[in-house]
């Protein structure tokens, strides 16, 4: 069947059969090789005519929606490992929805980044390209400003999905199980090479090991401040942590700007070691006491 051009008949009822091995615990290229198509066609043909045919009950968009919304919630709320069967329970599907929407886990996180990291990187090319036209290089204010403005907008915005999303995020970018094909192309592939080229021509005497380090600390922030608020409330007792997002970002472009322009390591500076490994209990212990 390979090549063949199929009609809208064979298409609903190939549909219809794949919806039934997926239900029977069939993985989708198993499924697919049964079929006699390719995975990407099959996932295709759901895109196109799932709506109409989806051999679940419900319709297509409604179900896929309820699953993103709810896996983002949950994985915004308990990190990582939140799993399969708690998502189908909280979004009140079964395990043959999910493999025919997403196939597999893997699949669902990818669609999770797909859906809103398009959106933020898409901002953030064009801020750095109307930054690039302004000055070249471009201003350290306007391209701290175009890397970090998208994401933490997004985590202020009223719509409790950017939220999930912006918490989501940084549970997937620290967590070494699990990578997101996704987030890999996007932001790895595309978005952190032109950024830092962007950033080493404005500082081009910044040494490799001091310009990672200055990029990390920005992404730091920028993470921080999408993730951690909370946490600012709180040891803030309430001073600040519920800005808008002009101020918020008013307040932390400063500190990205001098997070770049501090003078560069010194590595001759004797940097001695408080000896954490050596300490015991007992010690920890009367040092507590001495502090009250």
């Known amino acids: ?9 064979e298409i609903e009822g190939l549909l219809k059969k794949a919806a039934r091995l997926q239900a ?3 993985r989708v290229v ?3 090789d049964r079929l006699g198509v390719s995975k990407q066609t ?3 043909w759901r895109r196109e005519f799932g709506d109409e045919v989806n051999g679940l009950g419900i319709p297509q968009r409604t179900t896929r929606k309820t699953i993103l919304d709810t896996a983002e919630r949950l994985l915004a709320e308990e990190g990582m490992a939140v799993s399969l069967r708690r998502i189908m329970s909280k979004a009140k599907v079964n395990i043959a929805a999910i493999h025919y929407h997403f196939g597999d886990r893997q699949a669902l996180i990818d669609a999770l980044v797909d859906r809103r990291l398009g959106t933020i990187n898409g901002a953030r090319l064009k801020r750095l390209a109307e930054a690039r036209e302004r000055s070249d290089p471009a201003r350290l204010e306007d391209l701290v400003q175009a890397f970090m403005g998208p994401s933490v907008e997004a985590s202020l915005s009223a719509d409790p ?3 999930h999303f912006s ?4 549970w997937l970018v620290n967590d070494p199980q699990t990578t997101s094909r996704t987030l890999l192309k996007n932001v790895y592939g595309e978005l952190h090479p032109r950024f830092q080229a962007a950033f080493r021509k404005r500082m081009p ?8 380090w200055r990029y990390h600390s920005m992404i730091a922030i920028m993470a921080a401040a999408g993730h951690n608020r909370d946490r600012l409330i709180r040891l803030s007792g309430g001073e600040c942590g519920n800005e808008e997002y002009s101020a918020t970002m008013a307040a932390l472009t400063p500190i990205a700007v001098a997070i770049w322009t501090a003078p560069p390591s010194n590595a001759g500076v004797e940097h001695v070691t408080v000896g954490i490994e050596s300490l015991d209990a007992a010690a920890v212990s009367a040092v507590n006491d001495k502090m009250g």
């Open 42 to 44: 099959l996932f295709r």
């Open 24 to 26: 029977g615990g069939k």
């Open 161 to 163: 999905g950017w939220q």
């Open 167 to 170: 918490r989501f995020l940084v």
């Open 30 to 32: 198993d499924v697919a």
């Open 205 to 212: 005497r910044l040494s490799a090991t001091d310009f990672h």
């Open 1 to 9: 069947m390979a090549g063949k051009r199929h009609s809208r008949s």
